[in-house]
Structure formats: C-alpha cells, structure tokens
C-alpha cells in the first residue's frame, strides 16, 4: 500500500493531536501548529483548497498574528467550530484522494479541461 500523500497525513496526525485529554483549545492548536502550519492550499485538493484558507485564516487572522494568540483570543464556540472544520476538512481529503484529480499526486498528471 502507498504512503499517504502530504495533506491527507498532516490531516490524519491533527485528527490525532485533537483527541486527548488537554484542553480543546490546546489540542487545536499543537493540532494547528504542528501540522497544518505549514501546509499550503495547493497541497490540498482543489475542492477543499479554499476551506483551508478559510481555516488558516480564523486560526491567524490573515495571518496577521500567531496561532497561538488568535486562537487563545477565540471564543469556546469558535474553538469548537474550527476543530470541526478540520475533521470536515479532512472529510473532504479523502472523498477526493479516493475520486478525483489531487494536485502533486506522484504519477497523477492533471488534465487540461476543467
């Protein structure tokens, strides 16, 4: 069986870092920060590239500050909400990995028409 691709391994170690007995909002973000941080949308399957900006950007502010500050400033509601995007996300990951095109797949070459 192959090795995971990127995106959907840092996705799978986040869902494992989200699971545990700390505080959510601290297993959001080492889920966060030790992950996803440095995935880039490209990484992710088209469908769900603009769903991780949206992401990215609740848990930086357009990357205007630290995870670690925005998501301390954020509600338990929001913490709540972007732990569940990240499992929808993750969703999303694999329905594509299993149907369609996945940019930076080894051996997948892109078709022209879209």
């Known amino acids: 069986m192959p090795a995971p691709y990127h995106a959907e391994e840092k996705f799978h170690e986040a869902l494992r870092a989200l699971i545990g007995a700390a505080p959510q909002r601290k297993r959001l973000e080492d889920a966060y920060l ?3 941080n440095d995935l880039q949308a490209a990484e992710l399957p088209i469908s769900q590239q ?5 992401l990215r950007d609740t848990l930086t ?3 205007q500050l630290d995870p670690e500050i925005a998501i301390e400033a954020m509600s ?3 913490v709540a909400e972007a732990v569940r995007q990240i499992f929808a996300l993750y969703d999303g990951i694999m329905d594509a990995a299993r149907s369609g095109p996945f940019p930076n797949r080894p051996g997948h070459v892109q078709s022209s028409t879209a």
């Open 34 to 36: 030790d992950h996803l």
């Open 50 to 54: 603009a769903k991780f900006v949206r």
């Open 61 to 63: 502010h357009g990357r």
């Open 76 to 78: 338990d509601d929001e």
